[in-house]
């Protein structure tokens, strides 16, 4: 499955047009293991070949590293990259991470039992149709927000040119609704929080 040029949508009504896909930055400098930089600048400019435009990125990731990454690549594209960024986050020094996790053992072990068999009509489409699994969970959030008429742009990350083929190409793939019925109710049945209770960051905005 090769990768098209994405879309553009709108983001929120009369905002700007962007892909229907962004490219989230944060792993290019911490978090999922080492970078090579020819290869996330590689991943860079075939993002924006493929229609990718908003590229989000944070000053606290990598300590400011992100931002001192994309520089160039901003600079050099600026009148099509859309940049997504944010500050003001507290992090002390040597610090990973800034929210309370959960660890135990046997937390970890039942959750992961549990949404490891969430995976498998997952895995079952991906094989019928030859992609990947990852392809399919996005392809699952691109006909969703269609399904519910919400402007809904994406931000995976990745610092491989090879993976971000594949979740382009996933943007635009369409899957009948026999799949998106198999697919439907997993979201409801993921084992532990994904995310601490955000609510207060969304009151301080509105
Ligand atoms: N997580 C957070 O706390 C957080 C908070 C605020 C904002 N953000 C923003 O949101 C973006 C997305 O964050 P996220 O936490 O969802 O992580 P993510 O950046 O979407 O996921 C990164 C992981 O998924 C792998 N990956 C990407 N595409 C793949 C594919 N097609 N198949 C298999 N593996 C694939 C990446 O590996 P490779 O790099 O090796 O491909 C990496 O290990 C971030 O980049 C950041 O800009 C994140």
């Avoid at 949508?9 to 009369?14: M, V």
């Avoid at 990454?69 to 099509?80: E, S």
């Avoid at 949404?115 to 691109?142: C, F, S």
């Amino acid at each position: 499955m090769s990768a098209s040029i994405l879309p553009a949508l709108s983001l929120g009504a009369g905002g700007p047009l962007v892909g229907a896909q962004g490219l989230g930055c944060m792993g290019f400098s911490e978090f999922y293991g080492p970078t090579a930089p020819a290869e996330a600048r590689e991943t860079l400019q075939i993002a924006l070949a493929l229609g990718v435009t908003m590229f989000d990125t944070a000053d606290l990731y990598g300590d400011g590293d992100n931002e001192r990454f994309l520089g160039p690549f901003v600079r050099a594209h600026r009148d099509r990259v859309f940049l997504a960024t944010k500050f003001g986050i507290v992090r002390r020094a040597g610090e990973k991470s800034w929210s309370e996790v959960r660890g135990d053992r046997a937390f970890v072990r039942q959750s992961v039992d549990a949404n490891a068999a969430l995976l498998e009509p997952v895995r079952d489409i991906a094989a019928r149709r030859q992609i990947t699994p990852a392809q399919v969970a996005l392809a699952w959030v691109h006909q969703r927000s269609r399904v519910h008429g919400l402007t809904v742009i994406p931000i995976p990350g990745t610092r491989s040119p090879a993976r971000l083929r594949q979740n382009v190409a996933a943007a635009t793939l369409a899957l009948p609704d026999s799949e998106l019925a198999a697919l439907e109710p997993l979201a409801a049945r993921v084992a532990g929080a994904r995310y601490p209770d955000m609510s207060s960051t969304a009151t301080a905005r509105e």
